[in-house]
């Protein structure tokens, strides 16, 4: 049974451009939960979609977006890039609260 | 943004030793989540609980998902080099869906 798989694994931006990172979740998860990983904020939940649409949000300006296709692969967006937006960015996916599986990353670096 | 106290920080041991770390909440929580995490790569889910009291072991590894619902350990019994990692611990409520909050982590260093 194949993984989360995020892509691209590695991204260097300039600051002021936009980024889109995918994430492909495990067949059969309709759940799919974006988070960012920063040395200084540790894993922060960005937003979740659930069946295309967003169940719940986290405390992100409204640069950091989303959406979620009908076959469950989802996209973030970043708009704008800022050097604080530098992180791992992770996807994953479940099918319940229960035991969610995460993704790789996408390692995204803002110069 | 929103974290549980996690400790310790960071650890480190000798091969053989018992490893134990907890996480604390000021909220409840209707699940506890411990994951591993190596560098650059995402968190590996490691036990899941889903009941306060409930006492679940994985091969070395044994969690406990606290009676008040706010706090949460992991032991993990007879340290092997490979142990060495983030270790996460994460809270998830019903009425949040896939919305985990994560603790700081406890970075695990074993000495062969």
């Known amino acids: 049974k194949a993984g989360v798989t995020q892509t691209p694994r590695y991204l260097i931006k300039t600051r002021g451009q936009q980024v889109t990172l995918s994430c492909s979740p495990i067949s059969g998860h309709r759940s799919v939960s974006w988070y960012q990983q920063t040395p200084g904020q540790g894993l922060q939940f960005l937003f979740e979609?659930?069946?295309?649409?967003?169940?719940n949000k986290g405390n992100f300006p409204g640069r950091f977006s989303g959406r979620q296709f009908s076959n469950s692969r989802s996209e973030m967006n970043v708009s704008t890039l800022e050097l604080g937006d530098s992180a791992l960015y992770l996807c994953?996916?479940?099918?319940?609260?229960?035991?969610?599986?995460f993704g790789s990353g996408t390692r995204l670096t803002v110069v | 943004g929103q974290q549980l106290n996690q400790s310790p920080q960071s650890m480190f041991i000798q091969e053989g030793e018992d490893v134990s770390m907890n996480c604390t909440s000021s909220?409840?929580?209707?699940?506890w989540l411990w994951y591993k995490q190596d560098p650059g790569e995402g968190p590996v889910l490691l036990i899941a609980l889903y009941k306060a009291g409930e006492l679940t072991s994985n091969g070395r590894l044994t969690a406990q998902f606290g009676i008040t619902r706010k706090d949460s350990f992991l032991n993990i019994s007879a340290s092997i080099p490979s142990d060495v990692g983030i270790y996460f611990c994460a809270g998830g409520s019903y009425n949040q869906g896939g919305k985990l909050i994560f603790g700081q982590g406890t970075e695990l260093s074993v000495k062969p």
């Open positions: 994953a996916s479940g099918a319940g609260v229960d035991g969610y599986t």
């Open positions: 909220s409840i929580f209707n699940t």
């Open positions: 979609y659930f069946s295309e649409t967003q169940r």
